[in-house]
């Protein structure tokens, strides 16, 4: 049982310093009183928070993942204990708080979505003598994103600058600053180069180095590049659909026409190798996918073995 001090204070604080929802107030507090009945055996009992201890806090955690709790339910009340400690910490009811050190669990990482082959080369079909303005450049975003991998601000940033047609390379900024460079092939190359002499034609007045992506006003917005993207494919199969949605597919696609993981990572930018790796795990989704579908072993129900 909850006394008036000093959890009723901490959930006050939550709700009235912090701004915290109804919601979220009444997680805390289902959080708190889960922990103290566990902590204080008899219901009777008085809780104590400064004798609680780091072991206890494992303890509970421990009891709770025995009982099924999911990862995602562990790590908001281990980081609900972690918050009411530190509280009592900062109003000096505590001198040290017993959540502090413990290891938060781990979320299982869901596998990127992405848009198939098939789907992608209809999408970029070739454009028509008579599109417009707007479907040659949507065409161009698509077309970069799916073949070069890049982030949402990397294609944004992109200026006449970051574009050599003889090299078919693209001089791209990444996170920390770093610049990399990004080949390209003939088709897209000469896409951007006819998109350039379009655009030129539209917007004369844009300042030098001209952004690729452009609008009247100058580098298109992220809000925009985002809408952009969900509207060419909304009816494409992948459950998010961004930009970064195309930063998948590009790696996917690479990786199953045979490249090699280092050569994928460097293009994408990646610090880490172990970032790269999560698409070899969808591969291996794929290969499940095509193998329960294909192989008659596959959706056997009996076990041919043992037939006459």
Request: overall charge positive; hydrophobic content about 40%; glycine content about 4%.
């Given at each position: ?9 901490f959930l ?22 889960q922990f ?21 806090v494992r ?250």
């Amino acid at each position: 049982m909850l006394r008036p001090m000093p959890t009723d204070d901490f959930l006050s604080y939550l709700r009235y310093e912090l701004y915290r929802s109804e919601h979220t107030v009444a997680a805390y507090r289902r959080d708190l009183q889960q922990f103290i009945a566990f902590f204080c055996a008899d219901p009777s009992a008085e809780f104590i928070p400064a004798e609680v201890s780091t072991q206890d806090v494992r303890r509970w955690l421990a009891h709770l993942a025995d009982s099924g709790e999911a990862p995602a339910s562990l790590r908001r009340k281990t980081q609900s204990l972690r918050a009411f400690f530190r509280f009592l910490c900062r109003r000096h009811i505590l001198k040290s708080n017993p959540a502090a050190d413990i290891v938060l669990a781990k979320l299982p990482k869901p596998l990127p979505d992405f848009v198939r082959d098939a789907d992608m080369e209809r999408l970029l079909a070739p454009i028509p003598p008579d599109a417009t303005l707007i479907e040659h450049r949507d065409h161009l975003i698509l077309h970069l994103l799916y073949a070069t991998g890049l982030r949402r601000s990397e294609i944004l940033s992109l200026t006449d600058a970051s574009f050599s047609h003889s090299g078919r390379e693209l001089r791209v900024i990444g996170k920390g600053n770093k610049e990399r460079v990004v080949p390209i092939a003939d088709q897209l190359a000469r896409e951007i180069s006819n998109w350039q002499a379009v655009r030129d034609d539209a917007y004369p007045d844009l300042p030098s180095p001209r952004p690729i992506i452009a609008t009247m006003h100058g580098h298109m917005s992220a809000p925009n590049l985002e809408l952009i993207i969900k509207r060419l494919l909304r009816d494409e199969r992948a459950g998010r659909k961004s930009p970064h949605t195309l930063r998948h597919t590009f790696a996917t696609a690479m990786l199953n026409g045979g490249a090699d993981l280092n050569s994928v990572r460097a293009i994408l930018g990646h610090a880490s190798l172990a970032t790269t790796q999560i698409y070899t795990h969808l591969q291996t989704s794929d290969l499940q996918r095509t193998y329960a579908a294909a192989h008659p072993r596959a959706h056997s129900t009996e076990d041919s073995d043992h037939k006459g």
